[in-house]
């Protein structure tokens, strides 16, 4: 079945610092891949998103690519904020066979701590 | 544009009781999923369900149900509840279009039982 690996954590970085959260997948097909964030008490929030090889992803300083050869999306940001300071999730959405159907697959997440 | 809303927020039950958690997902959405999130598993796939109509199921047991209606909105009951399912029980919606749609999560609903 669909799976993601992404490195556990915790990660702390001092602010300013950059930041690399790595995230493999195994997938049938020909999936899209997701970063999702989860501030303490809320839900997720979509990061970014690539939805075929080669896509970039990006928003608010944070990138990630889609490498369908070596099946990775790792998370990128040049410089950390305390803001940043979440559980950061991948994720990955591949189409079930049969139909349209809609499900994701997430990695157990990394908890990122930015400190001033 | 209304975000997902996700009632109650917070949840306290004995073991053996039954829970029931809404959804309301975002207007023009057709397809809700509910995904269970614990510390030790981290977050699960329960079940979706599209147009009033179950697309796909995760490995839980039959005591986790849910249901969908006509305006989208969605629930999921569980019944017997077991200590084991204290969690964070989130809902997301999406179009339900296949490939790179992304979905919007709700605030979630946390569940204690004790």
């Known amino acids: 079945g669909d799976s993601v690996t992404q490195m556990e954590g915790p990660v702390t970085l001092s602010e300013e610092a950059f930041l690399t959260i790595n995230c493999t997948y195994t997938a049938t097909g020909y999936p899209s891949l997701f970063w999702y964030v989860q501030y303490p008490g809320e839900g997720l929030q979509l990061l970014l998103k690539?939805?075929?090889?080669?896509d970039k992803g990006s928003n608010k300083g944070f990138e990630a690519t889609y490498r369908k050869e070596t099946t990775s999306f790792h998370l990128e940001k040049g410089s950390v904020q305390v803001s940043d300071s979440a559980v950061y999730f991948c994720a990955l959405n591949a189409p079930l066979s049969g139909g349209s159907n809609y499900k994701l697959t997430f990695g157990k997440g990394t908890l990122l701590t930015v400190n001033p | 544009k209304a975000g997902v809303t996700q009632t109650p927020r917070y949840l306290i039950k004995t073991r053996g009781q039954q829970v029931t958690l809404s959804c309301s997902p975002i207007s023009g959405h057709r397809s809700v999923s509910w995904y269970q999130q614990t510390p030790g598993q981290g977050l699960q796939f329960l079940f979706e369900?599209?147009?009033?109509?179950?697309?796909n199921k995760g490995n839980f047991p039959g005591r986790f149900s849910g249901r969908q209606f006509s305006n989208s909105r969605s629930e999921m009951n569980v019944s017997t509840l077991e200590l084991g399912d204290s969690a964070l029980y989130l809902c997301a919606s999406s179009s339900g279009v296949v490939g790179g749609t992304e979905a919007f999560f709700g605030q979630g609903t946390r569940l204690t039982v004790v």
């Open positions: 369900y599209f147009s009033e109509t179950q697309r």
């Open positions: 690539a939805t075929k090889a080669d």
